[in-house]
């Protein structure tokens, strides 16, 4: 897997994601969130939760993927370090995967939320680029 990317934005984070395609380069957006508040090596992905969601524009996706999966980790008190994502048209369903909370997971930077700062979704050279900036 890539490494997570950022870039710089005041005093919030600016995540990056990079793909072959708009689902992974959501996937590693969405890596790139949780390695802050986790290291991702140290978690193992037992358990798993879904998403799903309706979005025809393809940033505000990104933005409500992101959430999405941070509501739902806090909701099951999990930290997670997988994620897949497929979509059909305007439906969205993903997933991640990860374990409970332990004190033996050593504790990154609380993220609130994806915003809309900076927000982006585009094709380049090396395939599709995901990015906005989540608030700290």
């Not at 710089?8 to 380069?25: K, L």
């Amino acid at each position: 897997m890539a490494a997570p990317e950022y870039f710089e934005h005041g005093a919030d984070i600016g995540i990056v994601g990079r793909g072959a395609s708009i689902e992974q380069a959501f996937e590693r957006a969405a890596a790139s969130m949780f390695a802050i508040m986790v290291d991702p090596g140290a978690v193992q992905p037992w358990q798993r939760l879904e998403v799903e969601f309706d979005e025809d524009d393809v940033e505000l996706a990104l933005v409500r993927w992101l959430n999405a999966l941070l509501a739902a980790a806090r909701e099951h008190g999990l930290v997670l370090c997988q994620f897949e994502l497929r979509r059909a048209g305007d439906h969205w369903h993903g997933e991640g995967r990860g374990e409970p909370w332990r004190e033996a997971h050593a504790r990154g930077t609380e993220v609130k939320g994806a915003t809309l700062t900076a927000l982006s979704v585009r094709r380049d050279e090396q395939g599709w680029q995901a990015r906005c900036v989540v608030d700290v």
